[in-house]
């Protein structure tokens, strides 16, 4: 299984797994204000479905409109067509979520996907890649209006609540959950799905034994660290601008004879990048790279006057915005040359 659902665990209702089972949080949807909507309510209704591929025989097309809150209403348009790609046919399913404040309020919204047991996964800033073995079999990619934060769950994290999946009735095993959570008045994000044509090239990252790290921030940080024996000194390496869904590194060879540890960040937030520093204006990106830079340099137990940024056009932009924040040492002066 590569996506799916918790599935159930029991009817037992003091469970606290069978509650979870039965819950929201359990399955491929959005939650709203981090609460769950009831399976079912005294009076029916509240819920309408809608056609969209009457006349089509080879595309499923159907809208969802879930209307039984009475402070927000939540909108899915699940799309699925046949694809032929240059291997082997494949599948696009496009599902696009959007959920309207009813109370002109300003509401917190969480969507989950979760990920099958025989996979391993791969964040990125606005995609998620689904491996088995060294083979790429699934790519979810989304975009929104409004800034979206991005992260992985899994079991053994401390918060609730924790996500499981049910083989069998009464069997709990860990899993996995995508969550793409955002906020304000409205909610408004589309996810493509796709078996092949993936948009992303293959660089690696997500091999076994890849040399590539994952830093869990506010936003998933991919990076690649060359240590180097002996070296005192770090260099940060920033991407310049690639084609789309083509995130690589720079400045591999230009290195090659440089005595110093090196960082290369990747900027796969988006099609072509963010620059390293926000979504929409939010500033989750620059902290959340900021932050994972600031991991590296202190697992290696360098000082920040030994460590270099370096990159050209994107790159070097993101190299003088992240270094300017540094806590250096010195005088202003000295740490604006």
């Known amino acids: 299984m590569v ?5 159930p665990y029991g009817y037992d209702y003091s469970n606290p797994l069978t509650t979870y089972a039965f819950s929201q949080f359990a399955h491929n949807v959005i939650t709203v204000d981090g609460l769950s909507q009831p399976r079912s309510q005294p009076t029916p209704g509240g819920i309408d479905f809608i056609d969209h591929a009457q006349d089509s025989s080879n595309v499923f097309d ?3 409109v879930n209307r039984r809150s009475k402070n927000w209403s939540h909108h899915r348009r699940v799309t ?8 082997a046919p494949g599948t696009r399913i496009s599902v696009h979520d959007v959920v309207l ?5 300003v509401h917190n919204y969480a969507l989950r996907w979760h990920v099958g047991p025989e996979v391993k996964p791969l964040l990125r800033g606005n995609a998620l890649e689904l491996f088995k073995g060294h083979t790429k079999v699934l790519e979810i990619t989304w975009r929104a209006p409004q800034p979206i934060t991005a992260r992985l769950i899994r079991s053994q994290d401390a918060e609730k609540p924790k996500p499981f999946r049910f083989p069998r009735f009464g069997v709990a095993e860990e899993a996995t959950v995508l969550e793409l959570s955002g906020s304000g008045p409205r909610f408004d994000v589309a996810t493509d ?5 993936f948009l992303l090239k293959d660089w690696g990252v997500g091999q076994k034994d890849s040399p590539w790290f994952n830093y869990q921030a506010e936003m998933p ?3 690649r660290l060359e240590k180097s024996t002996n070296a005192s000194k770090l260099v940060v390496v920033f991407s310049a601008m690639a084609p789309t869904g083509s995130f690589t590194y720079n400045y591999k060879s230009a290195l090659a004879g440089v005595n110093a540890h090196k960082l290369y960040v990747l900027d796969d937030f988006g099609d072509q990048g963010a620059y390293f520093y926000s979504d929409h204006r939010a500033l989750s990106i620059y902290r959340s790279v900021l ?8 697992e290696l137990g360098i000082e920040w006057q030994d460590v270099a940024f370096v990159g050209s056009s994107k790159g070097g932009t993101a190299a003088w915005c992240l270094a300017r924040q540094c806590p250096w040492g010195g005088s202003s002066s000295e740490r604006r040359r």
């Open 3 to 7: 996506l799916g659902e918790s599935g």
């Open 291 to 298: 932050e994972a830079v600031t991991h590296v340099k202190e």
């Open 62 to 64: 159907v809208e969802g």
């Open 80 to 87: 699925v067509r046949p694809e032929q790609s240059h291997d």
């Open 193 to 197: 799905i796709r078996t092949s044509d």
């Open 221 to 223: 940080v991919n990076y």
């Open 101 to 105: 404040s009813l109370d002109e309020g």
